[in-house]
Structures are given as structure tokens and as C-alpha cells.
């Protein structure tokens, strides 16, 4: 199955209004992104163990360890959980950019250094939302990510 087999299916998979509202911020970011590579992590370690909820990633950045060795990885990722959405902006320097800056405006939503998660689409200002992602991409296409 390819990748975009696998988020098609990870997409239906989810109830409603979970599976319409991940749809429309798969659209969202697919126009945000329309050149990025698209990911699917199924949310199992290499010995298949499950370590995280899947996720659906979008663009590509390169992450660069202390140790001097790096990773790709994507730049934006939304991923279903138990309590609704979460939209993941990956590779901020700042950590305190993404609640200063989108905290306050975006509506119903915990806003973390990395992760805007919600109860439902519904609940946030789209436009908003559409900004953090375009910001987010634009500071990891213009530098190396942070070492974590």
C-alpha cells in the first residue's frame, strides 16, 4: 500500500466528525503544501511495537542532532487521538512562538510548543490555524531544525 493509500485508509478509519474533520485539514494542508511529500507513520517503533498514535506528515525538513548525525522528517503532521486532533508544527526554534503568537486567536485549542490540539474543527479559527502551518513551514524551509 502506498502513502497515499495508507492515509486515505487511516482517514476513513476515524469516526465521525473525527474522520469529515481530518479530511478538511488534509485538504487544508495538501493546498498549504500542494509540492510536499506526503508520510504515514503508523505509530509502531521498528520492532513493532506502538510508541505513538499514526500520524500523516507533510513537507520535509532535516533534523540535526548534537551527535552530528540527521534525520528527515516532515515539517506539519495531524494525527487523531482520544480526545480529538492534533496538528503538529515540527521544527520550531522558538518554543514559546506557537502559544504567544496562536494561543489566544485560534479558539478552543491547547496550544503547546509544537502541538495545537483540539476537540473538534469546529472549535478553532481555520484561518488561524492556516497561518501557524504557513509559518511553521516557512521557518523550517529557511533553517536547520533545533537539535532536540
Not at 33 to 42: C, I, M, S
Not at 74 to 99: A, C, F, H, R, W
Not at 120 to 142: F, H, P, W, Y
Request: glycine share 10%; aromatic share 10%; net charge negative.
Amino acid at each position: 500500500m502506498n502513502t497515499k493509500e495508507q492515509i486515505k485508509e487511516y482517514i476513513d478509519s476515524q469516526d465521525e466528525p473525527k474522520h469529515a474533520d481530518m479530511l478538511a485539514l488534509h485538504q487544508i494542508i495538501l493546498k498549504t503544501l500542494p509540492e510536499g511529500k506526503l508520510w504515514f507513520l503508523d505509530g509502531t517503533d521498528d520492532t513493532g511495537k506502538v510508541v505513538s498514535n499514526p500520524s500523516i506528515g507533510y513537507g520535509q525538513f532535516t533534523i540535526y542532532y548534537k551527535d552530528g548525525s540527521t534525520k528527515e522528517f516532515y515539517q506539519i503532521g495531524i494525527s487523531g487521538n482520544t480526545s480529538g486532533i492534533s496538528v503538529y508544527i515540527m521544527g520550531l526554534e522558538d518554543k514559546k512562538y506557537l502559544p504567544q503568537n496562536f494561543g489566544t486567536t485560534i479558539g478552543k485549542a491547547n496550544v503547546t510548543g509544537y502541538c495545537i490540539k483540539f476537540k473538534k474543527l469546529k472549535d478553532i479559527n481555520i484561518d488561524i490555524l492556516e497561518e501557524a502551518i504557513r509559518s511553521g513551514v516557512e521557518q523550517t524551509s529557511s533553517k536547520p531544525a533545533p537539535l532536540e
